[in-house]
């Protein structure tokens, strides 16, 4: 099994900043890409940004390209989402998510976390 653990969420103003990270244990071994999913009330979950472990490859969504970045630490099992420029939309639980290849859909995901909650004041 593999478990995923999400930490960093807050409150912030626009424009500020938050990271975000998550630390996977138990069978890593068995998915080469990490992300962030993301869910605002009312709303479908959605894909924010998500890369491969093993080459680093990454893809954003549109609403979040040259504000956000994913990165990896492979030694750590750890991923994170450095998210800058924060606009009040952000807002939402953001959830990291496992897969064996990018998961831009969650019907892609093998593995979730439980969830961090981010909120953006205007």
Do not use: H, I
């Not at 979950?45 to 979040?64: I, N, Q």
């Not at 750590?76 to 939402?92: C, F, G, I």
């Amino acid at each position: 099994q593999v478990q995923l653990v999400e930490s960093g969420g807050g409150l912030v103003q626009a424009g500020g900043s938050l990271r975000l990270s998550c630390a996977a244990s138990g069978r890593t071994f068995s998915f080469d890409a990490m992300g962030w999913f993301r869910q605002a009330p009312g709303k479908e979950r959605e894909f924010v940004a998500g890369l491969r472990k093993s080459t680093g490859t990454a893809l954003y969504a549109d609403s979040v390209r040259g504000r956000f970045t994913v990165s990896r630490d492979n030694a750590k099992n750890t991923v994170y989402l450095q998210m800058n420029s924060l606009k009040p939309e952000d807002t939402a639980v953001y959830y990291c998510a496992a897969a064996t290849a990018v998961a831009t859909r969650e019907g892609m995901v093998n593995y979730w976390g439980q969830g961090t909650q981010v909120t953006v004041s205007s």
